[in-house]
Structures are given as structure tokens and as C-alpha cells.
């Protein structure tokens, strides 16, 4: 517990990287997306897309969690497994909090009638629209999911170089061409629509949470045989 706990705060040596940017990316973002709503002349209520915008950094700092700080913690005899699981748990950390944040903005934003533009920024349609843990489920998960995908790219290019990178990039695009030709094929395009009707964000968060389940595994089996 102790080396995993010291990864974390090595993680955190460059706080801006965990911290400031995604913060400022928040705040960039909403303070952008506000100025837009306020030009935009309607009494319609608008929305945006601008929260997603740290979603997509998450992916990049998966990839950074990796490279940047993995092969300095081998160099200071920290194992492989209090590596991972100090940068998954501080992650998780970090997904919570900016889940409060999310959560408390949209709090902010209903009470303000869309902080008297009408626009919303944190309150999302039909990610928003059910109860506060299904929404707070949603966000987490999310979060997590950028980064594991990010931080197991970036335990492939670490155990199989540019090479390992390019062929399960590819492979990835080639098995999910796949999958949709098969769907065309059988003609259930049709099931596959009924199937995301029926889903909620809770359900969609379910299955999120076990793919990442399934991720999280399997970049630990790759990290166990990464060189630094």
C-alpha cells in the first residue's frame, strides 16, 4: 500500500498535468460555450457540447500516466503492480472529483435558468434527464474509460514498440469494420437501434463499467512484460 500510495504522489510531482489542464480545459470550455449562448438570439432553451471536452484530454492522460512516469518508477524498483494500481486509484480519484463538478454545475445551471442565457453546458440531454446517481454513474465511467483506453494504447507501445501500437490500432478498426458488415449482412441494424432505445444512462454505464473491467485487465496482463 505504501509504493502504491507513492505512486500516486508521483503521479501528482507535475500536478498541472492531473489537475490544472483538465481544470482549465473545464473551465475554457464553459466560459466559451457561454459567450456562444449569449449570442445566439432565441428563448429556446440551447445546449452544447462543450463538456466533453476534459473527456477527451482523459485519453490523452492515460497515455501520459504511461509513458512519462512508468519508466521512472522502474527505475526506482517499483513494481509493476503498485505502479498500476497507484495510477488507476489516483485516477479514479480524479474521476470522482471532476463527477462532483459536473454534478454541482448542473445544479448551478437549473437554479440559474441556464445561468440567465438559457444555455446549458452541464446538463445534458438524456444523460442528465434521470436521477443523480444515474448521472454521476455516467460521467465516472466515461471518464475512466478514456483513460484506461489512452493508458493500455500507451502499455502496448511500451511492451511492443510502434509496431505492436500500428498492428492493434489497425486491428481494432479492422474487428469493428467486421462487426458492422456482419450487422448489414444479417440486416439487424434494426435490433441494434431497438436495443440503444431501450438503454438509460445507467444501463449504458453498466456496460461501460465491465468493458472497462475488461480493459483494466488487460492492460495489467500487458504492463506485467513492458520495458521501461
Avoid at 483538465?22 to 445546449?47: H, R, Y
Avoid at 469493428?176 to 436495443?195: P, Q, S
Wanted: proline content about 4%; charged content about 5%.
Amino acid at each position: 500500500m505504501s509504493r502504491t500510495m507513492a505512486v500516486a504522489r508521483m503521479q501528482l510531482i507535475n500536478k498541472w498535468t492531473y489537475i490544472g489542464w483538465p481544470l482549465t480545459i473545464l473551465g475554457a470550455a464553459f466560459l466559451m460555450s457561454l459567450a456562444i449562448f449569449a449570442l445566439i438570439p432565441v428563448s429556446e432553451a440551447k445546449n452544447g457540447g462543450g463538456s466533453q471536452a476534459p473527456l477527451w484530454y482523459f485519453l490523452v492522460l492515460g497515455i501520459q500516466s504511461m509513458t512519462l512516469v512508468f519508466p521512472f518508477s522502474q527505475g526506482l524498483s517499483i513494481s509493476r503492480r503498485a505502479f498500476y494500481l497507484g495510477t488507476l486509484g489516483l485516477f479514479s480519484l480524479i474521476a470522482l472529483g471532476m463527477t462532483v463538478l459536473y454534478m454541482a454545475g448542473g445544479v448551478l445551471e437549473r437554479a440559474s435558468n441556464g445561468w440567465g442565457v438559457n444555455g446549458y453546458f452541464f446538463n445534458i440531454p438524456w444523460v442528465t434527464d434521470g436521477p443523480w446517481y444515474s448521472t454521476a454513474a455516467f460521467f465516472f465511467v466515461v471518464m475512466m474509460f478514456m483513460f484506461i483506453i489512452g493508458f493500455w494504447f500507451a502499455t502496448i507501445f511500451k511492451r511492443w514498440g510502434t509496431t505492436g501500437t500500428l498492428v492493434s490500432t489497425l486491428g481494432t478498426a479492422v474487428a469493428l469494420i467486421g462487426l458492422a458488415a456482419l450487422i448489414t449482412l444479417f440486416e439487424g441494424w434494426g435490433h441494434v437501434g431497438n436495443w440503444f432505445a431501450q438503454q438509460t444512462p445507467l444501463t449504458i454505464s453498466g456496460w461501460a463499467a465491465l468493458l472497462c473491467c475488461v480493459l483494466a485487465a488487460g492492460s495489467y496482463a500487458t504492463l506485467r512484460k513492458a520495458t521501461p
